[in-house]
């Protein structure tokens, strides 16, 4: 194979080559999974975690509610202490005009979306004048 190559350096190549494949084997297989302990699996949802599953539900009404659901845009989101989640956002009308809205989804489930008189009120009864905790988008 290599013809004038003593013995020593055929060796020492060899040795250089079958570390090399060692090296390159260890580094892909990586460090052992540890299996998923009390300590290391996830802890209880926090309250931010619950509000913000409530407000993508409301997300999913007042886009399935608008007169173009396309065109709904999330502005601001946050929740108070009572656990009302509390959603503005902009969207088209049935004249093409962008408008804004408001959506209320009371901490007992009812669901008040839009720009009328229900939505006041429940805006009022349950948000206004209450602080409110930030959400992200949805």
Same mark, same amino acid.
């Given at each position: 194979l290599m013809a004038g190559t003593s013995i020593v350096t055929k060796l020492v190549a060899g040795v250089?080559?079958?570390?090399?494949?060692?090296? *390159?084997?260890?580094?892909?297989?990586?460090?052992?999974?540890?299996?998923?302990?009390?300590?290391?699996?996830?802890?209880?949802?926090?309250?931010?975690?619950?509000?913000y599953s409530r407000l993508q539900g409301l997300w999913v009404v007042v886009r399935a509610r608008a007169k173009d659901p396309s065109s709904v845009a999330f502005v601001?989101?946050?929740y108070t202490d009572a656990g009302a989640v509390a959603l503005t956002f902009r969207?088209?009308?049935?004249?093409?005009?962008?408008?804004?809205g408001r959506a209320v989804l009371?901490?007992?489930?009812? *669901?008040?979306?839009?720009?009328d008189a229900d939505v006041a009120a429940a805006w009022n009864r349950h948000v206004a004048g209450k602080a409110l905790r930030p959400l992200p988008r949805p």
């Open positions: 250089l080559v079958l570390g090399g494949a060692i090296a *390159i084997i260890a580094t892909c297989a990586g460090p052992p999974e540890t299996p998923p302990t009390a300590a290391t699996s996830r802890a209880a949802p926090s309250k931010d975690d619950a509000m601001d989101a946050g969207a088209r009308n049935s004249f093409n005009a962008l408008t804004t009371a901490p007992d489930g009812a *669901i008040a979306a839009g720009s």
